[in-house]
């Protein structure tokens, strides 16, 4: 193509508002491996896979989506949807909620429940059900009277209100049962398989533990304060997180669960990531563990290649994010022949930093980190996402998203919020602002430090866990604003510009709360909405007349400003 002919084409994009979707998608990097007891490659474990890189395969087209939210098939249940999990089959789906279990057909363009299961609760408490999810689901004009609302249908004590303990963790195994926390305050630890291998006798429980009456070496229950994290290990042995604890338990429930107690001032509030070689990784609200199981023993000794490190935390934010530590679950960087093996959260600083700590051994020559707590950082860098002037705030409650050595995070640290998480969630948005600011980085391996690729001080996030698509190098945040309402908002990878927005409007079912930006296959989102699994297939869209408008800054220009680009209009 002449320079004449190629100035044409890219003014062409630019007075359409276009900008165009990597078509090569994501430069090829080394991934995990596998881990063959998980029921899928991706969507088997809390961050779409043991490493928790919160990437997934399937691609998303470029221009703009209007959609009717009523109008798509949905999974009727909630409040608290954390994510929809795969089974081995990719027909079929386990829909985890607060207090119930779904198993779901894939269906065309539809979904639908075949099989369901309340987990249980406490007997003073009404289960949610589809009437209490329609008086919920509806516009409310301040947080007083959607506090009235929710204790009509919940009760007046907020310690009975459906929350993460009880259906909010979950991971499922290649032999198709889903683990998932559940009862009063989350400690019980459920086995749940289809009856006979079939969903139409329906569900059942095949065993459960409680993970309250099983101590570790210093006596603390594991499941004191509930379960806060599920995975599993590469030989198929389940990994329970709880609060000051970290369990190894045969699949069967059976059995004494191996036990490691965490520091007696340390509180765990998120999941946890493995690797290939019997590597668990949690941090506390103080420490980065790595923790080793070897097929027959869980230790924390340094010589089976077990550590422990500290990592800066700060003061206490107004909303967005509880506590004084890490707001994000750790993520594996580096995998195969790449030379560094990482792995990565945000800290607790009142201004966050992406922290990288050595996964293995240290570099025998590498020297302390300037400001780092300990040898075993391999670097960090203060976190801006573009906002500006600084904020007194700046973290994140969610897990970093990593491919190769790039990652991504938002800031969801807002001014104002509720005391009660289903209130904070339920009313950011239409009644408390959101927060805003996302960041791209990118980790050199030679010099072992960050680099910032680019920031967009503008992007609008929420309580849902951003996610990648590979094959579209597109990475999706999910938000809300006055003038369009609730929105998946989908930026390039390399570039930072705004290529994808998916419109829900006004209707409380667009508000994501708890969940996963998730996508069956190209173009085929399941959005975990708080009135349950809604399927919406964007390919099947009508394009309607393109709107014009300017691209985003070039993310050379460090901060991306100012408005979002027109895209193509498509309406459902």
């Not at 430069?27 to 007891?37: S, T, V």
Request: aromatic share 6%; proline share 8%; charged share 20%.
């Amino acid at each position: 193509m002449g320079l004449a002919r190629l100035v044409i084409a890219v003014l062409a994009v630019l007075l359409a508002g276009v900008v165009p979707a990597r078509s090569e998608g994501l430069p090829a990097a080394a991934e995990a491996a596998r881990n063959p007891f998980l029921a899928a490659e991706t969507y088997g474990a809390d961050g779409f896979n043991s490493s928790r890189t919160g990437v997934f395969v399937h691609g998303v087209s470029p221009g703009t989506f209007k959609v009717d939210l009523l109008k798509a098939p949905r999974i009727r249940q909630g409040p608290v949807n954390l994510m929809t999990y795969a089974s081995p089959s990719p027909r079929f789906l386990w829909a985890v909620s607060s207090r119930r279990v779904a198993y779901v057909e894939l269906k065309l363009s539809d979904v639908v429940e075949v099989a369901a299961l309340e987990l249980g609760a406490n007997p003073v408490v009404v289960p949610v059900g589809p009437t209490a999810l329609d008086r919920l689901l509806q516009p409310f004009p301040d947080l007083p009277r959607l506090e009235e609302t929710v204790r009509l249908e919940f009760g007046p004590d907020p310690q009975g209100w459906p929350s993460l303990s009880e259906g909010g963790v979950a991971v499922v195994s290649i032999d198709n049962v889903l683990y998932v926390n559940s009862g009063p305050g989350g400690t019980m630890l459920l086995a749940i398989r289809l009856v006979q291998g079939d969903p139409g006798p329906g569900l059942k429980v095949m065993s459960r533990l409680d993970l309250a009456t099983v101590t570790g070496p210093s006596g603390k229950p594991v499941g004191e304060g509930g379960i806060v994290g599920l995975n599993m290990t590469y030989d198929g042995r389940v990994i329970a997180v709880g609060r000051r604890s970290v369990a190894v338990i045969e699949r069967t429930l059976a059995g004494q669960p191996q036990v490691i107690s965490l520091g007696n001032d340390e509180t765990v509030s998120h999941g946890v990531a493995v690797d290939a070689k019997g590597g668990i990784y949690v941090a506390s609200d103080r420490m980065m563990h790595k923790l080793v199981w070897n097929g027959f023993r869980l230790t924390a000794s340094e010589a089976d290649g077990a550590w422990a490190a500290p990592y800066d935390t700060g003061r206490r934010p107004p909303a967005g994010k509880t506590g004084t530590g890490a707001g994000s679950a750790p993520v594996l960087m580096g995998f195969g022949d790449d030379p560094d093996k990482l792995v990565v959260i945000t800290d607790g600083a009142d201004r966050m930093k992406l922290v990288a700590f050595w996964r293995d051994h240290i570099p025998n020559r590498f020297v302390q980190r300037p400001r780092a707590r300990t040898l075993r950082v391999a670097g960090q860098i203060e976190v801006s996402c573009g906002v500006a002037p600084p904020p007194d705030f700046l973290q994140s409650g969610h897990s970093v998203v990593a491919h190769g050595y790039d990652a991504f995070v938002v800031n969801t640290v807002r001014p104002q919020g509720a005391d009660q998480p289903l209130l904070d969630t339920m009313a950011t948005g239409p009644i408390l602002a959101p927060a805003a600011g996302a960041e791209r980085f990118e980790w050199n391996a030679e010099y072992d430090q960050w680099r910032s690729v680019w920031t967009r001080g503008d992007v609008v996030t929420s309580g849902m866990a951003p996610a990648l698509s590979a094959r579209s190098a597109t990475v999706l945040v999910h938000g809300y604003t006055k003038e369009d309402g609730w929105e998946l908002t989908g930026m390039d990878w390399m570039t930072g510009r705004t290529v994808h927005r998916t419109l829900f409007g006004q209707h409380p079912l667009g508000n994501g709360g708890f969940g996963a930006i998730q996508f069956l296959g190209d173009d085929d989102l399941l959005f975990d909405s708080l009135g349950g699994p809604t399927r919406v297939q964007l390919k099947l869209a009508t394009p309607k007349k393109k709107a014009a408008g300017s691209a985003a800054p070039a993310a050379s220009l460090r901060s991306v400003e100012g408005g979002r680009p027109a895209l193509p209009e498509v309406g459902r």
